[in-house]
């Protein structure tokens, strides 16, 4: 199975500082079939980005989506309080994975 | 306006099965759009895909869980199941079900607000 490495395991940032979120592939992810998610307490993870770099539906453009082969990036631009959360990258180019996740909180 | 609702037993005892359904409102599952699945979560193992449904009946499942898992669906109650046998604690987990675009692959754009499902006796 394909293993997604995320880094760093948790992310100490302000409202409106950038933050930059890796996530690893163990093999190459064909056709960058990478999807990225995020998860709030008690909540459900939500779709934000697909194909690498292409936001879902809702997803304000301050979330970007990078990468190909074995290396992807998760890109806030200016964080926004309610961006605090949990963020999960998977791999669907072969039976789907996910990552351990990264956690963004309040520096 | 879309919803999924995960139910089923809480508590499941060592070496029985587990079952779940997912019940779909605001939309049809015979919608081609889109396939269905089943996805869990522990504080150990973290996001687990487990498999993922076609309305016709096709399905797909985790190399892992392929043995114990059995997802199906039924179209004249708009919804879908999965039951994994021979449960154990290792099983223990939030357990979600989620919607998924067929255009696009096994990714998970929309999802129920999960069910906790414990494996002791």
């Known amino acids: 199975e394909t293993v997604l490495t995320q880094s760093p395991g948790t992310l100490s940032l302000s409202p409106g500082e950038r933050a930059t979120l890796s996530c690893r592939a163990s093999?190459?992810?064909?056709?960058?079939?990478l999807a990225w998610y995020q998860q709030k307490p008690g909540q459900a993870p939500r779709l934000l980005m697909y194909?690498?770099?292409n936001r879902a539906t809702g997803i304000p453009d301050r979330f970007s989506g990078s990468g190909s082969g074995t290396d992807f990036t998760l890109t806030i631009s200016r964080l926004e309080p309610e961006d605090f959360a949990v963020y999960f990258c998977?791999?669907?180019?072969?039976?789907?994975?996910f990552g351990r996740g990264t956690k963004v909180e309040i520096k | 306006q879309l919803r999924l609702q995960e139910s089923g037993p809480g508590l499941v005892k060592p070496s029985e099965p587990l079952s779940l359904t997912c019940t779909v409102s605001?939309?049809?599952?015979?919608?081609?759009?889109?396939?269905w699945g089943w996805i869990r979560q522990t504080p150990g193992n973290g996001l687990e895909w487990i498999g993922t449904i076609y309305y016709t009946g096709t399905t797909y499942y985790s190399p892992s869980l392929r043995t114990r898992a059995t997802i199906s669906v039924d179209t004249s109650k708009n919804h879908f199941s999965l039951m994994l046998n021979s449960a154990t604690a290792a099983d223990t987990a939030i357990y979600y079900c989620a919607r998924a675009p067929r255009g696009e692959g096994l990714i998970s754009d929309y999802w129920g607000q999960g069910a906790l499902v414990t494996v002791s006796s």
């Open positions: 093999e190459t992810v064909s056709s960058r079939y």
């Open positions: 605001g939309d049809s599952i015979t919608n081609s759009a889109y396939y």
């Open positions: 998977q791999q669907y180019s072969s039976s789907p994975t």
């Open positions: 194909r690498a770099s």
